[in-house]
């Protein structure tokens, strides 16, 4: 009977042991040892586990790291779903990055319709971004049925201000823009004593995260940052859930 009971304690606590090592350790508990070891100025937001082998998701703001259930490794680049090609990786940042478009200051923002305008989209540009220009002499110019709420985020000079509160201040602002932006028409210099939104704006984009222009948000709270065609455009309009 001793013996019997000695073996069943041994069990027991065997399986006690099976339990706590299939157990996997709490999210928290893993933030709490990957914090300190990327960095004394790094702070973690949040840790979630993944369905890909193991991995947790590790975001530290619009960012996405991978470890393991130790935080010993630390894996930093893309998952893709090979059967679909679909970057899992991309989309989850796509999703943590959204924001609400209602939100938006569109007062401060330059407001254009082409066609019926049913599409809507906001743009974040600096005036002197070649990339910026480009968008608006090939995408924006093709694409028709939408409504293009542009704010003039200056990011790459003392000038981009002067610029912006030179296109803000005109008589038609949409005009003075596009003089600009497609013809590299100078606007001219604004009036004494208008004031323009431009440490607004500027603001916003650093709250929004937004590092570089063109930055383009959709009427779901998506954005797609840099430039892209107009057949991409066309796309993602096409993915938006009416």
């Not at 703001?61 to 893309?78: C, E, F, M, P, R």
Request: aromatic share 8%; proline share 4%; net charge neutral.
């Amino acid at each position: 009977m001793r013996n019997t009971k000695i073996a069943l304690l041994s069990l027991s606590v065997l399986m006690a042991s099976c339990v706590e090592a299939q157990t996997p350790p709490s999210t928290d508990a893993i933030k709490k040892l990957i914090e300190p070891r990327l960095g004394a100025n790094v702070k973690v937001d949040s840790v979630t586990a993944t369905p890909y082998s193991g991995l947790y998701e590790v975001r530290i703001g619009s960012d996405i790291l991978y470890t393991d259930k130790t935080a010993t490794y630390l894996v930093n680049g893309h998952i893709f779903n090979l059967s679909t090609g679909a970057d899992l990786t991309r989309e989850r940042i796509e999703e943590i990055n959204k924001i609400k478009f209602s939100d938006l200051p569109l007062d401060k923002a330059i407001k254009a319709v082409k066609g019926d305008g049913s599409r809507v989209i906001a743009v974040f540009e600096d005036p002197n971004c070649g990339y910026c220009k480009r968008l608006r002499q090939t995408t924006l110019k093709e694409t028709d049925n939408v409504t293009i709420y542009t704010f003039m985020y200056n990011i790459l000079s003392d000038d981009s201000f002067v610029k912006s509160k030179n296109v803000w201040c005109a008589a038609d602002r949409q005009k003075a823009w596009d003089d600009w932006m497609l013809n590299g028409k100078a606007p001219a210099t604004a009036a004494a004593g208008c004031e323009s939104p431009n440490d607004e704006v500027l603001a916003l984009g650093h709250k929004l995260g937004i590092q570089g222009t063109p930055a383009i948000f959709f009427a779901d709270g998506s954005r797609i940052p840099g430039a892209i065609d107009a057949k991409a455009l066309e796309d993602k309009f096409s993915k938006i859930k009416k």
